[in-house]
């Protein structure tokens, strides 16, 4: 394609079409009409430079009428209130619903190797001499150890907000580095576990594993469950890269995206909750048993929000994306 006479040809609609844009939504119907016909004319010559003769300055310019365009035709839309509600009761949690085969065996598995983790540390002397010299290990599991005070010795607001940032950073990872097959989420997950099961295993070879569950239940269970959540889609992201099934790739990574991007605002809400409970609850004075039950409380909860608010949203359809209004048009615009 000779691209200097095709830019002859059509230079006169392009120009027209940015002057109708220019008057915003001070068209009469004859111009709307007109307006709506350009648009799909420019559409399929972008395309063919995009194809035949790329041109980096005429595509960019194509591509910003183009745009313009259609959210003059289409309509420009904001996200308000009832984006937000319809995101919190049938987007996120069908999200979270349609990915547990993801996510449910990543935190069975998980769990797993914690538990034997801290049952190797606990039963091999040797090895909790590996962690820390004998002194060190007392200071850390006996009353009023470091394992205790770690929950007290911060003001309960600043160390909750302290808690969600760090443990919104780890999901956030989680769901972004999904996209390199998934190999970074499995050593977060480990280091994560390798934390737990180090815990677990000093504290019961101090025979005092149940005063670490008691701290470590009241928040932990809503917690790890966000951050299995997120490793589950970013294994599941990491997956659409290898098999992206009947979709071509970059339209699978793309829809998967996009639900990882939303997964990471609703799980940001869930361990705001989970840092809420572990400022305040965790180092409170009440019984064991009443934080404990706090904690399962908080996750039968979100279980429940997942199962039935996003099981019924998922059989409704929803898959977690975006509206289609606002997607991306994965083919060009024909006239």
Same mark, same amino acid.
């Given at each position: 394609?000779?691209?200097?006479?095709?830019?002859?040809?059509?230079?006169?609609?392009?120009?027209?079409?940015?002057?109708?844009?220019?008057?915003?939504?001070?068209?009469?119907?004859?111009?709307?009409?007109?307006?709506?016909?350009?648009?799909?004319?420019?559409?399929?010559?972008?395309?063919?430079?995009?194809?035949?003769?790329?041109?980096?300055?005429?595509?960019?310019?194509?591509?910003?009428?183009?745009?313009?365009?259609?959210?003059?035709?289409?309509?420009?839309?904001?996200?308000?209130?009832?984006?937000?509600?319809?995101?919190? @009761? #049938?987007? +996120?949690? *069908? $999200?979270?619903?349609?990915? &547990?085969?993801? %996510?449910?065996?990543?935190?069975?598995?998980?769990?797993?190797?914690?538990?034997?983790?801290?049952?190797?540390?606990?039963?091999?002397?040797?090895?909790?001499?590996?962690?820390?010299?004998?002194?060190?290990?007392?200071?850390?599991?006996?009353?009023?150890?470091?394992?205790?005070?770690?929950?007290?010795?911060?003001?309960?607001?600043?160390?909750?907000?302290?808690?969600?940032?760090?443990?919104?950073?780890?999901?956030?990872?989680?769901?972004?580095?999904?996209?390199?097959?998934?190999?970074?989420?499995?050593?977060?997950?480990?280091?994560?576990?390798?934390?737990?099961?180090?815990?677990?295993?000093?504290?019961?070879?101090?025979?005092?594993?149940?005063?670490?569950?008691?701290?470590?239940?009241?928040?932990?269970?809503?917690?790890? @469950? #966000?951050? +299995?959540? *997120? $490793?589950?889609?970013?294994? &599941?992201?990491? %997956?659409?890269?290898?098999?992206?099934?009947?979709?071509?790739?970059?339209?699978?990574?793309?829809?998967?995206?996009?639900?990882?991007?939303?997964?990471?605002?609703?799980?940001?809400?869930?361990?705001?909750?989970?840092?809420?409970?572990?400022?305040?609850?965790?180092?409170?004075?009440?019984?064991?048993?009443?934080?404990?039950?706090?904690?399962?409380?908080?996750?039968?909860?979100?279980?429940?929000?997942?199962?039935?608010?996003?099981?019924?949203?998922?059989?409704?359809?929803?898959?977690?994306?975006?509206?289609?209004?606002?997607?991306?048009?994965?083919?060009?615009?024909?006239?």
């Amino acid at each position: 394609m000779d691209l200097d006479v095709f830019v002859t040809a059509h230079r006169a609609e392009w120009d027209r079409l940015e002057q109708l844009l220019g008057r915003g939504r001070r068209l009469t119907g004859a111009e709307a009409d007109e307006l709506v016909a350009l648009y799909q004319r420019t559409s399929t010559h972008l395309s063919l430079i995009q194809s035949s003769a790329p041109d980096p300055m005429l595509t960019g310019r194509l591509t910003q009428l183009v745009a313009r365009a259609r959210a003059t035709v289409t309509g420009a839309r904001r996200a308000g209130w009832r984006d937000a509600a319809r995101f919190f @009761t #049938a987007g +996120f949690p *069908a $999200a979270v619903y349609r990915s &547990r085969r993801w %996510w449910i065996p990543t935190a069975l598995l998980s769990v797993a190797v914690g538990v034997l983790m801290g049952w190797w540390i606990a039963t091999h002397p040797e090895v909790q001499a590996a962690i820390a010299a004998p002194s060190e290990l007392k200071q850390m599991t006996k009353p009023g150890g470091e394992y205790e005070t770690y929950y007290s010795s911060h003001p309960a607001a600043s160390f909750a907000a302290q808690v969600w940032t760090n443990n919104a950073q780890a999901a956030a990872m989680c769901l972004v580095l999904g996209a390199f097959l998934g190999l970074p989420v499995l050593w977060i997950l480990f280091l994560n576990m390798a934390n737990l099961g180090v815990g677990i295993g000093l504290m019961a070879s101090a025979d005092r594993l149940d005063v670490f569950l008691g701290l470590i239940l009241p928040h932990g269970l809503l917690e790890l @469950t #966000a951050v +299995f959540v *997120a $490793a589950g889609t970013g294994l &599941r992201l990491g %997956w659409t890269v290898i098999d992206p099934g009947p979709r071509t790739r970059r339209a699978a990574l793309a829809e998967q995206g996009r639900a990882a991007l939303g997964m990471a605002i609703g799980l940001a809400a869930v361990l705001f909750v989970s840092g809420l409970i572990e400022g305040f609850v965790t180092p409170s004075g009440l019984p064991t048993w009443a934080r404990i039950t706090i904690g399962i409380a908080a996750e039968a909860a979100f279980l429940l929000y997942v199962y039935v608010l996003g099981g019924r949203a998922s059989r409704a359809g929803e898959v977690g994306d975006v509206e289609a209004a606002d997607q991306t048009a994965t083919l060009p615009t024909a006239a």
